[in-house]
């Protein structure tokens, strides 16, 4: 079965460097997701992205966030600047169009640990 | 608002025994709504999901009960197995919207006990 791939499995970081995140999405989707998950706390959302640029972001996807798809088959986070409370799972999704009840499929995420 | 919430943080059942989860939705507008499965250190996945079109639904071993008078949504697992220990997510998903995000609620953990 397709499934989503996420890179690496846990990332640890010193407080104020850059990060990225690492996502293979389903191959045949065309809409990417990024979420996030504090140890603890219910998932949220991030940011969307089609078609090469964002369609909608959250108010924790601020100007240290950025997203890419730079080929055909990887999407990736940025984190420019990485705070003590950025520490969380990321889990990446996709979805191969929008029409109403096409699932979102969530990849094992990545464990992002600030220090 | 956009607000879905769980009644209790955490189930436990006897395994073979039947389970019930309920979620309270706030948006009369939500017209999709999804149940989803996390096991530990694993990401979210979809069970079974529901439009707002209709009340109840089935799958493999779990119904979704949907009622829109009072905005309350179930999720019910028949005959449980140890594999069925997780937490549990109502999301909501505004699909019909120009957004698409899921909008998850708090997660009830369930305890399958031997």
């Known amino acids: 079965e397709p499934e989503v791939t996420q890179t690496p499995s846990h990332q640890v970081t010193q407080m104020g460097q850059e990060v990225i995140l690492r996502c293979v999405p389903i191959?045949?989707?065309?809409?990417f997701y990024w979420y996030r998950q504090i140890l603890g706390q219910k998932v949220e959302f991030l940011v969307s992205?089609?078609?090469?640029?964002?369609?909608?972001k959250s108010e924790i996807f601020d100007d240290q966030f950025s997203v890419e798809r730079p080929d055909g088959s990887n999407f990736t986070l940025k984190i420019r600047s990485t705070k003590l409370e950025d520490s969380a799972m990321y889990f990446c999704a996709s979805r191969r169009s929008r029409r109403l009840q096409n699932i979102q499929y969530f990849g094992a995420g990545t464990r992002l640990s600030v220090l | 608002g956009e607000s879905v919430g769980l009644h209790l943080p955490t189930l436990s059942v006897q395994e073979g025994d039947n389970s019930i989860i309920n979620c309270a939705y706030s948006?009369?507008?939500?017209?999709?709504f999804i149940w989803y499965k996390q096991e530990s250190g694993k990401g979210p996945q979809f069970i079974i999901d529901i439009r707002s079109n209709m009340d109840k639904r089935q799958g493999q071993r779990v119904t979704v009960l949907l009622n829109k008078t009072v905005k309350h949504l179930s999720l019910q697992i028949a005959a449980t197995q140890p594999g069925d220990s997780a937490v549990y997510f109502c999301?909501?998903?505004?699909?019909?919207?120009?957004?698409?995000?899921?909008?998850f609620g708090k997660g009830t953990r369930l305890h399958i006990l031997p």
């Open positions: 191959s045949n989707h065309l809409y």
């Open positions: 948006n009369s507008a939500s017209d999709y």
């Open positions: 999301a909501e998903n505004l699909a019909m919207n120009r957004d698409d995000k899921i909008i």
């Open positions: 992205f089609y078609n090469n640029e964002i369609s909608e």
